[in-house]
C-alpha cells in the first residue's frame, strides 16, 4: 500500500515548534519537512536524516536582504515541491511556508494550515494569504471563528 506523501513546513521558532508536535503522525505518512535552517535545528538532521530539508533563514528586520533570501526560498520551494511532489502540505506557518502553499495549490496538492497558537485575536500574515486557497482551514482558539468563519477549531496542538 502507498503512503500518501505529505510534506510538513514551518518556518524556524515557536512555529516549528507547533508543527513537531504533530511528528507521532509522521511515520503514518511518506512524509518530508522543511524549515528555515538555523544553529537550533540542526538536530533535525539527525532525528530526520534525509526527510529533512532546509530554507534560508531571513527575517523582516533586514527588508533589503530579506527580499533576497524569500527570492531564493521561492526557487528553492519549487525545486523541493517538484522533487517530493506531496499529495499534502501541512503547515503552522509563517513566511516560510507561504511560497510552498501557493506553489501546491497550483500543481494540485491539499492545503492544510494550523494557524498558530500565539494568535487568539488577530489574523497572521500568511493566515491571511493561505486562508482563501486551503482545503483545511484549523485554528486553536474558538475567539478565532470570528475571523477565519470558514475554519474548524482544532484545540491546542500542545
Known amino acids: 500500500m502507498n503512503k500518501r506523501r505529505v ?8 512555529h516549528l515548534n507547533e508543527l513537531l508536535q504533530l511528528s507521532p503522525m509522521f511515520n503514518n505518512y511518506d512524509f518530508h519537512l522543511i524549515t528555515e535552517k538555523t544553529k537550533s535545528n540542526k538536530y ?12 534560508v ?9 530579506y527580499i533576497f533570501k524569500l527570492t531564493y ?8 515541491y517538484l522533487k517530493y511532489r ?3 502540505i501541512i503547515t503552522t506557518g509563517t513566511h516560510t511556508a507561504g ?4 506553489i ?8 492544510i494550515y494550523i494557524e498558530t497558537f500565539a494568535n487568539m485575536v488577530t489574523k497572521t500574515a500568511t493566515g491571511k494569504l493561505i486562508y482563501p486557497i486551503s482545503d483545511k482551514f484549523i485554528v486553536q482558539w474558538e475567539s ?10 482544532g484545540g491546542w496542538i500542545f
Open 7 to 14: 510534506l510538513f513546513i514551518a518556518s524556524t521558532g515557536g
Open 44 to 55: 533535525l538532521k539527525r532525528d530526520y536524516k534525509d526527510r529533512v530539508n532546509y530554507l
Open 57 to 65: 533563514y531571513g527575517t523582516k528586520l533586514h527588508l533589503f536582504s
Open 73 to 80: 526560498n521561492c526557487f528553492k520551494s519549487l525545486f523541493l
Open 86 to 88: 506531496p499529495d499534502y
Open 99 to 102: 511560497p510552498m502553499c501557493c
Open 104 to 111: 501546491g495549490k497550483i500543481f494540485g496538492s491539499k492545503i
Open 144 to 153: 478565532m471563528k470570528k475571523l477565519y468563519p470558514d475554519a474548524e477549531v
